[in-house]
């Protein structure tokens, strides 16, 4: 190729990127700059060869690119300051476009970077977390080591029990924390490194010194961060125990979102300090208490080894004569051992389908919203752009002028709805109050979805700001100019009806969806507890783990309520195993699902919720007994079996007859019932109708108490610090032992409201999002209708239309709009609830509201038809202002 | 008139001032004028040029040599375009004359 061929590509390219210039700035110089150049570049070809030719043709360019930026970018800011002038004209607009935008991408990032944050989020600081596997359910020791020993499944399998209580004194007094009991090779399985010292490993063998791991946070927090630490003493339950390491930051444990470990102990522990190893715990197979996780040998298949270890446990079923051993359905299953929340691979559609159609349903109505709004912009500035068209302004000019202004409400929406995800995503910390052993989550912004929502609303903006621009840069100047916008009439497929059309249908589907799940929680929080909740307060106590025996423990509890019962202002006291309205921890309920045998009829019934509650509970608590009586001492030492129960069971079991004095067969022993309560809300969870059992509290429990302790309940006069004054007893009793989980029941109820009016406040938000988007799409549509058919109207109410019919004739549009869209709206929550339906469903039996709820089916469309309509009206009786003459005169 | 010319302001407002002179004369000019060490490039040329008349230093002229391409333009001074450059000039001449009278060169 000769120099004079190049010189030829160089012109044409020179040319393209010369037609890149704004049109002022072509119309002005173009076809002399690129006559110039095309000049200049032929000459020094020609003259000089390739030597000269090559470095000026680089300069050539180089300047050219370097104006092309210049002249772009002065344009550029000429347009944004124009974007912007135009944007404050219509506040309205631009704060419902912002707004509706922002809405979308901050819920789209906060609800994407929470499941990020939970669902696909993997437990912090392990190896390799793919490769974990756990056991769904737990089993006893003895299993644990046959399937690690002899199933040839696993590299290698570890287990532990959680979550543990533990009393912990480093000098500065008892407090309580949680931790897991954990087999040797617990941290090599999960494969983490000590931060301080070592870990637990195989080591630490039966009889050794008792050891303990503390995690960092603890060791952070509560120790000074001391560097020192290993090898240091703490009492652990009483007992004095070595800290051995501490974990690495983050590091919570192999399951730290059910039970996040503060403390790590091995099982080989003596039962001193940890008492939960007691009572067969590491020797009787129906102790299945411990979890497991390990990693498959190489090779193995996840399918392959679950279904080798289920044969395995039907096997030691049989070989032990197990009583369940003919039961039918999965005895192992594995999930995920490495995933903060053991969710399979396929199971993950159904956790997020829900939230993703919420979250893209509203995205969807965002978007639909602001297309409509620009669209409607876009015809009434049809007149603007016409003007300045026929002054002279380029196409290309204005289609840019417009992309800008969509660009910069896309950006304006982004950064709102940034605000929104960060302030969204702080809303978790409101559930730390009512979450005892709490992993801070860390949410953060997930910028890959703030980036897809931003970039998918930006792009909804460009499209919808940009078609309407090019039609209407295309359109007839001299027509625009006289009309300022065709009149056309009602077009059903217009692309203005379509959006509104499935802007109702949207917001309808978003507003069945989170009706639903409002009306839920609204009556699970309105159900009457049953009893007066004022001036009672609960505590926990736990000697044991503050290191008393058994005798120690049973004689400071015989004594306990009376002293109490002493304190000035106190009404009444008891000790109990389970309280009512628990919500995740705290004093549990011992819900056994038992199956009673009703032998008269010889029929099974419903199962029955066990609480086990000590002499004085319905009397302090405030529980009716509609007959018989409640406990009393000697029923607490066993002397003879009996039973309260609560009115329902009553009822289910003896209808015709009292049934004080009845028997009944509860966890294969018979107990005589002495006393029927009247019904309490015992959960979180409504369970009206569900059968409810009282059993006295045998002493025996004081000696091992569960993981919440022995709860003390105590009913004062107003104006009482009960807890203070209890705290003050204990301690001159013995100052070893900790009281912890003290709160007054009124404020346990808040707790749980509190979860009630977060979800509520949360979904109402999302749902009224919808419904006002709707509403104002519906609204900007009707008034600019309005606008484009001022002659019609004009000339109608010279020919003698009066307000009424003119109000008709503009709500009928929007009338048929609601109705139509209602349809699609009901045809598309169904199919959406297809979708979730295993969610749903869920979510139903929970809630105890179904998506065929009445007042959803009815309500929410009623809803929804009057606010779109009563945003029609707006629009409709302005036009009733309409001067005929003004109207006419305008042509 | 206190404008600040930008060096490509001041030098094609001096290649103006010897005439009226289209794009391509201009560059040329100043080339010369400077001894080869300032080329304007096409693409400065013409947004210099444009920012001149939009700052109304420089106007078109309708006058132009009868066999001439008819794309080309011709530029002159506007009075305000003569002031400004005899403001640039003599305060030029002024830094010069601080210079001379300073440094012995």
């Known amino acids: ?891 | 008139m206190a404008i600040h010319l930008k060096p490509n302001w001041f030098h094609v407002l001096l290649a103006l001032s010897e005439g009226d002179q289209h794009g391509y004369a201009i560059m040329q000019s100043v080339l010369e004028h400077t001894g080869g060490k300032v080329r304007l490039w096409p693409a400065t040329l013409y947004g210099t040029l444009k920012k001149l008349v939009d700052a109304g230093l420089i106007e078109e002229t309708g006058d132009r040599p009868a066999f001439d391409d008819a794309r080309r333009r011709y530029y002159r001074l506007t009075p305000e375009g003569q002031a400004a450059l005899a403001a640039e000039s003599s305060r030029l001449r002024e830094l010069v004359r601080i210079l001379d009278s300073r440094v012995p060169l």
């Open chain 1, 1 to 891: 190729m000769s120099a004079g061929q190049a010189a030829g590509a160089a012109i044409h390219a020179y040319r393209w990127l010369a037609r890149g210039f704004p049109e002022e700035f072509q119309r002005a110089h173009g076809n002399e700059l690129v006559a110039l150049s095309e000049d200049l570049i032929q000459h020094v070809a020609a003259r000089q060869g390739w030597r000269g030719f090559l470095p000026f043709v680089a300069g050539m360019f180089g300047d050219l690119i370097m104006r092309l930026i210049a002249e772009l970018s002065a344009e550029f800011w000429l347009n944004v300051k124009y974007a912007l002038r135009t944007l404050r004209k219509s506040p309205g607009f631009a704060a419902v476009s912002i707004l509706s935008l922002g809405m979308g991408i901050g819920m789209g990032t906060s609800v994407y970077s929470q499941l990020e944050s939970t669902v696909f989020r993997e437990v912090p600081r392990v190896a390799e977390p793919k490769g974990l596997v756990r056991f769904q359910r737990p089993a006893g020791y003895p299993d644990y080591e046959d399937y690690r020993d002899h199933s040839g499944q696993f590299a290698t399998l570890a287990a532990y029990l959680a979550p543990v209580p533990f009393v912990v004194n480093w000098g500065a007094g008892p407090e309580r924390a949680w931790g897991h009991l954990v087999t040797a090779d617990y941290f090599a399985t999960l494969g983490v490194a000590p931060y301080l010292g070592r870990l637990i490993g195989p080591e630490d063998k039966p009889g050794g010194l008792p050891v303990a791991v503390l995690s960092h946070r603890y060791w952070r927090d509560k120790l000074g961060a001391r560097r020192d630490i290993a090898g240091s003493s703490i009492r652990i339950n009483g007992q004095a125990v070595t800290v051995i390491g501490v974990g690495p930051p983050d590091f919570l444990g192999a399951s730290p979102m059910m039970a996040a470990a503060d403390l790590f102990l091995p099982t080989s522990i003596q039962t001193r300090v940890a008492p939960e190893l007691g009572s067969g715990a590491l020797t009787d197979r129906r102790v299945a208490a411990f979890q497991l996780f390990g990693r498959l040998r190489p090779g193995v298949k996840v399918s392959e080894a679950e279904n080798a270890l289920d044969t395995m446990a039907r096997n030691l079923e049989q070989q032990r004569n197990d009583p369940g051993k003919d039961h039918k359905g999965r005895r192992v299953t594995l999930l995920p051992g490495g995933r903060l929340i053991p969710v399979r691979d396929e199971d993950l559609p159904t956790v997020t389908a829900f939230p993703a159609i919420l979250v893209g349903l509203m995205l969807w109505i965002a978007s639909a919203n602001v297309a409509t709004m620009l669209l409607a912009r876009a015809l009434a500035r049809r007149k603007e752009i016409a003007v300045r068209l026929a002054i002279g302004a380029g196409r290309g000019r204005i289609l840019r002028q417009l992309l800008t202004e969509s660009m910069l409400l896309a950006i304006a929406g982004g950064a709102v709805g940034l605000l929104f995800a960060y302030w969204s995503n702080s809303t978790t910390e409101w559930f730390r109050p009512i979450i005892p052993n709490y992993m801070d989550l860390q949410l953060r912004i997930s910028w890959t979805a703030a980036g897809v929502t931003f970039l998918l609303s930006a792009l909804t903006g460009i499209l919808f700001g940009l078609a309407p621009a090019l039609a209407a840069t295309r359109s007839d100047i001299a027509s625009a100019l006289k009309s300022g916008g065709a009149t056309r009439g009602f077009r059903w497929f217009s692309t203005r009806n379509i959006l509104v059309l499935q802007q109702v249908a949207g917001s309808l589907a978003l507003l069945l969806m989170t009706g639903f799940i409002i009306l839920g929680f609204q009556r699970t929080a309105n159900v009457d507890v049953g009893f007066d909740t004022s001036n009672l307060y609960t505590m926990s106590l736990d000697p044991v783990r503050d290191g008393y025996s058994a005798e120690q423990a049973r004689d400071f509890f015989d004594k306990l309520p009376a002293k109490v019962r002493e304190i000035d202002g106190i009404v009444a006291a008891t000790l109990t195993q389970s309280a009512p309205l628990n919500l995740f921890g705290g004093q549990s309920i011992v819900a056994t699902k038992q199956d009673f045998l009703d032998e008269a009829a010889g029929t099974r019934v419903k199962p029955t919720r066990i609480e086990h509650v000590g002499s004085g509970y319905f009397e302090t608590i405030g529980i009716p007994l509609v007959a018989g009586r409640g406990f009393q001492t000697p029923d607490e030492r066993g002397e003879a079996r009996v039973v309260v129960v609560n009115e329902n069971m009553a009822r289910n079991f003896w209808p015709n007859t009292t049934a004080v004095g009845q028997t009944v067969d509860l966890q294969g022993k018979r107990y005589e019932v002495v006393g029927v309560a009247r019904n309490v809300r015992s959960t979180f969870v409504i369970d009206e109708g569900a059968n409810g059992a009282y059993l006295p509290v045998a002493q025996s429990a004081y000696a091992t108490p569960s993981a919440q302790g022995v709860t003390l309940m105590v009913r004062s006069r107003p104006g009482i610090d009960v807890i203070t004054a209890v705290r003050r007893l204990v301690s001159s009793q013995d100052a070893n032992v900790t009281v912890f989980h003290a709160d007054s029941i009124e404020n346990q109820v808040r707790n749980l409201l509190l979860l009630v009016k977060i979800t509520t406040v949360l979904y109402g938000a999302i749902g009224l999002f919808g419904l006002l988007l709707a509403a104002i799409g519906l609204a900007g549509v009707t008034a600019y209708a309005v606008v484009q058919r001022t002659k019609e109207i004009g000339i109608r109410m010279a020919l003698g239309a009066r307000r009424l019919d003119v109000v008709r004739l503009v709500m009928r549009e929007g009338t048929w709009m609601v109705a139509v869209g209602t349809v699609f709206g009901f045809a598309a929550a169904y199919a959406l609830v297809q979708t979730a339906s295993t969610y749903l469903s869920a979510l139903s039996q929970v809630l105890q509201t179904s998506m065929t709820d009445p007042l959803l089916l009815i309500g929410a469309p009623l809803l929804l038809a009057g606010l779109a309509l009563a945003a029609c009206y707006w629009p409709a009786r302005r036009s009733t202002r309409i001067d005929p003459l003004a109207a006419l005169r305008e042509e």
